[in-house]
Structure formats: structure tokens, C-alpha cells
């Protein structure tokens, strides 16, 4: 069975602090991405990358970096974590092109953060 | 820009069937999607549409108007487990084709 897999399900974390959120497919899909989820503003996204090394800003990249060194690992970062970064955060992949099965997106169980 | 409009929340009877709307205004549209998410799960692929007309899988069936921006998820049969939220997503074909999301439709059915 295909699977995004997301290192933590809950954490628990102070303002200011640094926050690694882990994602691994096994799908060797080429495109990985993080969202944000929200009570009445849906999926929101905050940065893509196609390729291993390449990342791109998705609507609300502010506050968070990523790292893809890895095919399979994309990992989010807040740099110094703000209490309105709180929030579901969703790892999600999917294999390009134009056809029915491209962006498909498998997301990974979800890591739900609550920053102190 | 895009916008991705869905109601939040509809309500129906175990049995009956239920239609949720999606209308979106985007340019570059290149095909819609229909996710489900059950509370506190990952959103799972239901369907997807990019040209006019009905798909139909089994009780659930998603329909598509791009001239009128308007999708919608039709359920058939309706079950208790289908009590879920559903997410309309919005493909563009501008550069890398990433997907916008709608702020999704909570759905409870009841016995």
C-alpha cells in the first residue's frame, strides 16, 4: 500500500522555537508539498518542490522553509515558531504531468502542531 | 487569482442522495478534483473532471461545466460512513500545476 508518511502526529511546541515536521513517501513520486489546514480557510499551500533540491513558494510561504535533499523527504521548517502557526499541517506527493493520474495527491496523516 | 466557492455544510438522510455544489473562477483551468476527509483523517481522491460532462464511480458521481465554473459531487445511497468533509480542487495550467483547494463542504448524514 502506497504511503506518506509524517513523523509526528502531534507536537507541542514553545514561541520562538525551531519546528522540524519529517514527510517520506515511498511512491517515488517527484512532487511533494505542504499544506496548511485551517477551520473555515481549507487547504492552504506553503511550499512545493518538483525535483530533489528544487522548492518553490506556494500562497502563504511566510515564516517556513524546506528542505528536499532526498526524492522520497521533504521536511517543513519553522524557523521560529509563532503561536499563529498552530495549525493541521498536511505533507502531500504526486507524480507530474497532464494526464487523470497526475496530481493525484496522496496526503500523509497530518501533524497536528500547537505552538505555546 | 482563483476563487473556490463550496458550502460549508449541508446535511442528509442515510439513504437519500446529495449533491454538492462547487463554482470556481480561475484562469488556465485544467481539470477539477473532488477529495474526501473524514475528521481528523487525510483527504482521500474521490474524482476528477477536465472535461464537460458526468463521471460516474460507482455511488458517487462528479459533474463538470467549465463554461459555467461549476462542478458537482453527486452521492448516491447515502451511508453513515460518508459523513465527511469534501474538498473541491482546482487544477491550473499556468507553469507547474499545482492544486487550489475550496474550503471544503462538511457533509453529516443522519439516520
Known amino acids: 500500500d502506497v504511503k506518506v508518511t509524517q513523523s509526528s502526529r502531534y507536537l507541542v511546541k514553545r514561541t520562538g522555537e525551531k519546528v522540524f515536521l519529517e514527510c517520506v513517501q515511498d511512491m517515488d513520486h517527484e512532487n511533494m508539498f505542504w499544506y496548511r489546514q485551517d477551520p473555515g480557510l481549507g487547504l492552504r499551500l506553503i511550499y512545493f518542490s518538483y525535483d530533489v533540491k528544487m522548492k518553490e513558494k506556494g500562497d502563504i510561504p511566510e515564516g517556513y522553509s524546506v528542505s528536499r535533499e532526498k526524492k522520497e523527504r521533504f521536511s517543513l521548517i519553522l524557523e521560529s515558531a509563532s503561536t499563529n502557526q498552530t495549525s493541521m499541517y498536511l505533507c502531500?506527493?504526486?507524480?507530474?504531468?497532464?494526464?487523470?493520474?497526475?496530481?493525484?495527491?496522496?496526503f500523509g496523516a497530518g501533524s497536528r502542531l500547537t505552538v505555546l | 487569482g482563483q476563487n473556490i466557492d463550496q458550502p460549508t455544510e449541508m446535511t442528509a438522510t442515510e439513504g437519500a442522495i446529495v449533491q454538492i455544489n462547487c463554482t470556481y473562477q480561475t484562469s488556465g483551468f485544467n481539470g477539477l478534483f473532488w477529495y474526501q476527509q473524514h475528521a481528523g483523517e487525510a483527504p482521500t481522491f474521490l474524482s476528477y473532471n477536465v472535461l464537460d460532462g458526468l463521471e460516474e464511480k460507482g455511488r458517487f458521481s462528479s459533474f463538470l461545466s467549465r463554461s459555467k465554473g461549476y462542478s458537482y459531487l453527486l452521492l448516491k445511497e447515502l451511508q453513515m460512513k460518508d459523513s465527511a468533509s469534501y474538498l473541491c480542487?482546482?487544477?491550473?495550467?499556468?507553469?507547474?500545476?499545482?492544486?487550489?483547494f475550496g474550503t471544503g463542504t462538511r457533509l453529516l448524514v443522519s439516520p
Open positions: 480542487a482546482v487544477r491550473r495550467n499556468t507553469g507547474f500545476q499545482k492544486l487550489v
Open positions: 502531500a506527493s504526486s507524480s507530474p504531468g497532464t494526464g487523470t493520474g497526475a496530481n493525484v495527491l496522496t
